[in-house]
Structures are given as structure tokens and as C-alpha cells.
């Protein structure tokens, strides 16, 4: 009937077939994904770890289970499980990329720096590992840093919105704030319908005073549409 019906069929017939327990889990987890059902967490990391065992090298059971394990309430699991796959596939972007990911989300910026700088430079086309190490070295009282990635990325991926609101915020940091309202001002034309931005830009002036400013673009926002909540 569906990948479930087909891999849980197939899987007592390929007990100690990696892939097997690799896309068992894959369906378990699809299944977990679209009704929240907490019980069936345990089965997912069941057939992940079992894929594991059978072979090491089951790369994409390591970045699965790795990378949400925190989603599943085991952040220092996921973080053993990928730091595993970044010494096991030691070249390869994403083992990196979701390394420094969870690192950065446990608060680890500085071991999270290093390894989103290395997922840059073996995919320098993908958006997200720009994204994390700018917010990375936000979070580490860097705005010069966080500010030239997010130039960089913004010459890389000009149409991506989160590198304007990124580099508004490196250049408040650095007390550059009409700059950095600039940045802000030019998202909003990019994503016009978007009420957090709006929210962020209004807000960002009436905590520097500009209160005329703030009403303005209120009014702004409710010509264009927006909903605020």
C-alpha cells in the first residue's frame, strides 16, 4: 500500500541489511512526522542504530538520526552520533553542517564556528551553513564576522531574504543602525507579506525613538496586506 506496508514486509527477510533498516526507519519516521506520535520516536532510533550496527558506514542513518535527535529530546546523542560521522566521512559537507547545527543550537558556538566553516568549504553552494556560522558568530559577540558572511552570502544567494536580516542585525550590533534599518527596509520589499519582519522593523524604531518612523510604516504594512497577530 505505501513504503510502511512495504519495508515492514521486507525487513524480517533482510534482517541484517543496513538499507533495510535505513528506510524502515525513513517510513516510521515520515509516519511520526505527519501525526506527532511520540511513540513511535523509539522505533525510529531503534532501526537507525540498528543500520548503524550492521555497517558503520550508513552514512545516511547517521545524518538522520544525528541531525533530530534533539527534535527527540537527545541533544548530546545527536551531537556524539554526527561528531561519529564527521571522523567517519571526514570530507563530506552535511556531517559537518548538522554537527555545527546542533552544537550551535546547545549553545557550543565556538566548536560550532569550526565545523560550519568546513561545511562551507566543501558545499560553498549551499545556503543554510552560511546561515548558522552568521548566526554562530552573532551569538559570539562577532558582528565583523557575522557581517562579512553575510555579505558573502547575500553576493551568493541575493534573491534569500535571512542574509538582509542578518546583516541588519551585525550592523545594530556595530552601532550602525541607520545601515542596518537599511538592510531591514530592503527585506521588507523582498518579502512584503512576511508579518515578523514588519513586526522587527517597526519594533527596531521605536526602540531607538524614531517613533514617527515606526507609525509610518504601520500603516505601511496594513496598505500592503499585512496581518499582525
Known amino acids: 500500500k505505501n513504503n510502511l506496508t512495504l519495508f515492514s514486509a521486507d525487513l524480517p527477510k533482510l534482517e541484517n541489511c543496513a538499507k533495510a533498516h535505513e528506510f524502515y526507519a525513513d517510513a516510521i519516521f515520515e509516519q511520526y ?5 511520540k511513540k513511535l520516536v523509539s522505533e525510529v532510533i531503534e532501526h537507525y542504530q540498528r543500520s548503524i550496527e550492521i ?11 544525528g541531525s533530530n535527535y534533539a527534535d527527540f529530546g537527545f541533544p548530546e546523542k545527536g551531537i556524539e552520533l554526527l561528531s561519529s560521522a564527521v571522523r567517519l566521512f571526514p570530507e563530506k559537507s552535511d556531517p559537518n553542517f548538522y554537527l555545527g547545527n546542533a552544537l550551535y543550537r546547545n549553545a557550543a558556538y565556538q566548536e560550532a564556528a569550526m565545523y560550519l566553516k568546513r561545511s562551507i568549504e566543501y558545499a560553498p553552494n549551499v545556503v543554510d551553513g552560511y ?7 552573532l551569538e559570539l559577540n562577532n558582528p565583523d564576522s557575522a557581517l562579512v558572511i553575510g555579505r558573502q552570502a547575500s553576493q551568493l544567494f541575493p534573491a534569500n531574504v535571512i542574509f538582509r536580516d542578518v546583516m541588519c542585525d551585525a550592523l ?4 550602525k543602525k541607520n545601515e542596518g534599518l537599511a538592510h531591514l527596509d530592503t527585506l521588507l520589499m523582498m518579502s512584503p507579506k512576511d508579518e515578523a519582519y514588519w513586526k522587527k522593523a517597526i ?14 510604516l504601520y500603516q ?10
Do not use: C, N
Open 33 to 37: 512526522r505527519i501525526t506527532g506520535d
Open 203 to 216: 519594533g527596531l524604531r521605536q526602540t531607538f525613538g524614531m517613533i514617527a518612523q515606526a507609525d509610518s
Open 131 to 137: 546561515y548558522v556560522l552568521s548566526r554562530t558568530y
Open 55 to 65: 555497517s558503520e558506514l550508513s552514512y545516511y542513518s547517521h545524518l538522520k538520526l
Open 172 to 175: 545594530i550590533d556595530l552601532d
Open 220 to 229: 505601511v504594512a496594513l496598505k500592503t496586506g499585512v496581518v499582525f497577530r
